[in-house]
């Protein structure tokens, strides 16, 4: 299995970090997680291309997780390629009608399968996936996802948009790859979002084989050696920075 990350900021732009979205990949199958705007060039530059996602989890409905999912529909539409799942949490049918709404052109064009899911475990094509409710201004999910051709292969979660709690966590213990929000350095004062003490607290006493920080806002750009240092006060595992263009590779990390 293999993680692409597509885009690994945040709602204020910058140029080096698209909004959210990671591709996630098998031997025979695509995922797309969350759909930021950015995340329809940055898919464009894989080998997968969009022609190649059929599939598509919304963690949440804010915009910097969506705001690409109107302009994937019509890419793939003119591509050749009329057919797209979207799976999310409850609301996901009542967000893709209200984009057509505005872009009514497109439902006569394109058939949508919609899917709304709960903390629960669930397929997706080939892909087994675990749901975890989180703590955001909005109704979130954290999805931890395998490959139904490797049941005993490496694992990775997404937690969303999250604050820091020992119940995520907890759903992310021996995992292979932890992709966590980490959106402020210490200083900011945030909710809806963890920040790097918090998020170490909450990791102590897991095992995880690694955490990419994600969901990075500007304030983190100059601070990534001291947030490390304000988690691994609690954490002593791996902690890595996300970056967009990052490849890895489960089965080799």
């Not at 291309?49 to 999912?69: A, P, R």
């Not at 890419?75 to 009608?97: D, M, N, Q, Y």
């Amino acid at each position: 299995m293999e993680v692409i990350f597509l885009g690994t900021g945040s709602a204020m732009a910058t140029p080096q970090r698209m909004q959210a979205g990671y591709l996630v990949k098998s031997d025979t199958d695509a995922l797309l997680i969350d759909c930021g705007s950015g995340v329809l060039h940055r898919l464009a530059g894989t080998d997968t291309g969009y022609q190649g996602v059929n599939k598509v989890i919304l963690t949440h409905h804010h915009s910097d997780h969506v705001s690409d999912l109107v302009p994937l529909i019509k890419a793939r539409w003119l591509a050749g390629e009329t057919t797209l799942s979207i799976i999310g949490p409850k609301g996901t049918k009542a967000l893709v009608s209200s984009l057509f709404d505005v872009y009514a052109y497109l439902e006569e064009r394109v058939t949508l399968r919609i899917r709304e899911v709960g903390p629960h475990q669930f397929s997706a094509g080939k892909f087994d996936i675990a749901a975890h409710r989180t703590q955001h201004s909005m109704n979130c999910l954290a999805y931890r996802v395998a490959s139904i051709e490797s049941p005993s292969g490496p694992e990775v979660v997404f937690s969303g948009d999250t604050e820091a709690s020992d119940s995520l966590t907890r759903f992310a213990d021996d995992a292979t790859v932890l992709v966590h929000d980490c959106s402020f350095p210490d200083s900011v004062d945030v909710s809806g979002h963890p920040t790097p003490t918090t998020l170490g607290k909450a990791l102590q006493g897991i095992s995880v084989g690694r955490v990419y920080l994600t969901h990075l806002y500007p304030h983190t750009e100059e601070n990534h050696r001291q947030m490390r240092e304000q988690i691994t006060t609690h954490y002593t595992g791996m902690i890595k920075f996300a970056r967009d263009g990052l490849r890895l590779s489960l089965s080799d990390t």
